[in-house]
């Protein structure tokens, strides 16, 4: 696919991607935008479902965890702003405000801290599972630009998950809901 060749994008420092790597599998270039968008929709739908938690968490844990739900907000802000550069620089067209509503975050009065911590833990738990599966898709295609951000994404959100598991446990020992 010629745009593969030769797209370009610039990235948030303004320096120019490489070409979208000229040695990816012909052809493969419309997968692997389409699985992108993807994991942009989910990144984009935990950053808001993140930052709405950062806004609403109320308790004895308010203050550190109000500033960790902002921490990962912001990182994975990040990651939506790397996954849409990066389809951009495949020549593809990043997920618009039409795709990135399919949004299913409820419509909860309250929800307990506990139950924010578990909640972003499964999050990022399956947000993990889809990225392993998406760096696979792109290493069958000898994409190593989308396989190394991917590899640096999958790194974040275990990482995300594995604190909200620590202190998930934590919060049960001390039994300090
Ligand atoms: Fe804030």
Redesign the pocket.
């Known amino acids: 696919m010629a745009q593969v060749e030769h797209a370009h994008a610039t990235n948030r420092n303004g320096n120019a991607h490489r070409p979208a790597n000229g040695s990816i599998d012909r052809g493969a270039a419309p997968a692997i935008a389409k699985a992108l968008n993807a994991l942009l929709a989910d990144s984009f739908a935990l950053y808001l479902k993140t930052?709405n938690f950062?806004?609403h968490v109320i308790g004895p844990h308010f203050r550190p965890y109000?500033l960790l739900f902002?921490e990962h907000a912001e990182e994975l802000s990040a990651s939506t702003e790397e996954l849409a550069e990066r389809v951009r620089a495949m020549g593809a067209r990043p997920a618009g405000a039409e795709e990135l509503r399919r949004i299913r975050d409820g419509k909860r009065p309250s929800i307990r801290s506990q139950d924010m911590l578990s909640e972003l833990m499964e999050d990022n738990e399956a947000m993990a599972e889809e990225v392993r599966k998406v760096r696979g898709l792109c290493e069958r295609h000898a994409d190593a630009a989308s396989t190394s951000l991917l590899q640096s994404l999958l790194g974040q959100t275990e990482r995300r998950r594995e604190f909200l598991c620590d202190l998930r446990r934590e919060q049960e020992e001390d039994n300090t809901f």
């Open positions: 930052k950062h806004w109000h902002d």
